[in-house]
């Protein structure tokens, strides 16, 4: 398995930092990538797209939000605790809803937290036998006010496309 970090900014520039050329993933093994993104425009969405070779997918998402203000990861480097309520959606290419999740980061069991959450405001999805396919991860934010940095776990039988990600400033 390899891991590759996309770095991505839906801020005032609009650009992938990091394409996905030398992903070595695969639809016949397991991978695991981290999507890390900023949502950062009240409303806005990064998209993600990608081919699953078929059996399971997780989804688990992470993020700064904690009940403590001493106690959380520092995604961006800031130092600064922000508090994003993320959303994760798994649809198909051609949009229908496949998995939904909105608070589920602590809720879901131990592999939930195994990202390191510490508020169940993170995001969590898991498909035990996804079909083969083209698919689409919609991240957005519970309140249109909320922002902040999240990363996303991603572990399956898949392969991101070259520039995977999209962003829509709402």
């Known amino acids: 398995?390899?891991?590759?970090?996309?770095?991505?900014?839906?801020?005032?520039?609009?650009?992938?930092?990091?394409?996905?050329?030398?992903?070595?993933?695969g639809l016949d093994?397991?991978?695991?990538?981290?999507?890390?993104g900023i949502l950062g425009t009240p409303g806005g969405k990064d998209t993600y797209v990608f081919t699953h070779g078929g059996g399971p997918l997780t989804l688990n998402a992470l993020t700064e939000y904690s009940s403590s203000s001493s106690n959380y990861v520092d995604l961006d480097g800031s130092g600064t605790q922000n508090k994003l309520d993320i959303?994760?959606?798994?649809?198909?290419?051609?949009?229908?809803?496949?998995a939904f999740n909105d608070d589920g980061g602590t809720t879901a069991g131990s592999d939930a937290v195994s990202d390191g959450s510490l508020h169940g405001y993170d995001?969590?999805?898991h498909q035990n036998n996804l079909p083969p396919g083209d698919y689409i991860v919609n991240?957005?934010?519970?309140?249109?006010a909320s922002s902040g940095p999240y990363r996303i776990t991603m572990t399956g039988a898949f392969e991101l496309d070259?520039?995977?990600y999209e962003t829509d400033q709402g």
């Open 1 to 25: 398995t390899t891991l590759e970090e996309a770095v991505v900014n839906d801020g005032s520039i609009n650009a992938v930092s990091e394409t996905f050329e030398d992903f070595e993933g």
């Open 87 to 98: 959303m994760l959606e798994l649809t198909t290419a051609n949009g229908r809803r496949i």
């Open 162 to 164: 070259e520039n995977p």
């Open 29 to 36: 093994s397991s991978s695991e990538a981290f999507l890390t």
């Open 123 to 125: 995001s969590y999805i």
């Open 139 to 144: 991240v957005t934010s519970y309140q249109a």
